[in-house]
């Protein structure tokens, strides 16, 4: 069975960094791209960033470029998503997700993506 499990949730003040994790089992995912959405209260699902199964293409929402690192370690099955400078609109729920099809580039649409994890919470104070 395959599990996503996010960690490194919190509360930050605006301007923090925190560093989230995506742990995967029940597959071997090196060959899936990975991505990060997020849900504000009140907001739909939006996309925030993705990796392609070789981790050579990444892809970022505007509102994140600059801010936002994602990477992989295929060794331990792991995405991660490094956030800087962070602000109080980036307070949401954050959900990892791999990709329905093998071999993929960065992929933004959440359709794209057969496995969720059940999200974890970023709240950024201002």
């Known amino acids: 069975q395959v599990q996503l499990v996010e960690s490194g949730g919190g509360l930050v003040q605006a301007g923090g960094s925190l560093r989230l994790s995506c742990a995967a089992s029940?597959?071997?995912?090196?060959?899936?791209?990975m991505g990060w959405f997020r849900q504000a209260p009140g907001k739909e699902r939006e996309f925030v960033a993705a990796?392609?199964?070789?981790?050579?293409?990444?892809d970022y929402a505007d509102s994140v470029k600059g801010r936002f690192t994602i990477s992989r370690d295929n060794a331990k099955n792991t995405v991660y998503l490094q956030m800087n400078s962070l602000k109080p609109e980036d307070t949401a729920v954050y959900y990892c997700?791999?990709?329905?099809?093998?071999?993929?580039?960065?992929?933004?649409?959440?359709?794209?993506?057969?496995?969720w994890g059940r999200g974890t919470q970023v709240t950024v104070s201002s």
């Open positions: 997700a791999v990709a329905a099809r093998a071999y993929m580039p960065a992929q933004a649409m959440g359709s794209a993506y057969g496995y």
């Open positions: 990796i392609s199964w070789s981790g050579g293409n990444t």
């Open positions: 029940g597959r071997t995912f090196r060959n899936y791209a």
